[in-house]
């Protein structure tokens, strides 16, 4: 059974950075699609990142491109997102997820956990 935890969300000032956690059990990041997305009061969720268990190609959003980052560590189960030059429209609950990409459409989210809080102001 899919399992996944975030943590590491909170406020930041404009400008600033964060690093947000997951842990995953009860899979192998080995063979599943991994990544992050975001869901924003009164906006559609925005899948932010998706990329292959076996470190491959990770596709990033526009919106997001240059400023953060994916990772993971598959002995450790474990993956992040590095936020960087955050800005007040990156307020949004984040969640790690399970995804597939499906070509150049952007990509589905499976299985997530139950988010960390973000929000961005001064």
């Known amino acids: 059974q899919v399992q996944l935890a975030e943590s590491g969300g909170g406020l930041v000032q404009p400008g600033g950075s964060l690093r947000l956690s997951c842990a995953a059990s009860g899979f192998s990041l080995d063979y599943y699609g991994i990544g992050w997305f975001r869901q924003a009061p009164g906006k559609e969720r925005e899948g932010l990142s998706c990329g292959s268990g076996g470190y491959g190609d990770v596709y990033y959003a526009d919106s997001v491109k240059g400023r953060f980052t994916f990772s993971h560590d598959n002995a450790k189960k474990m993956m992040w997102l590095q936020m960087n030059s955050l800005r007040p429209e990156d307020t949004a609950v984040y969640y790690c997820?399970?995804?597939?990409?499906?070509?150049?459409?952007?990509?589905?989210?499976?299985?997530w956990g139950q988010g960390t809080q973000v929000t961005v102001s001064s």
């Open positions: 997820a399970t995804c597939r990409r499906l070509g150049a459409l952007k990509p589905l989210y499976d299985d």
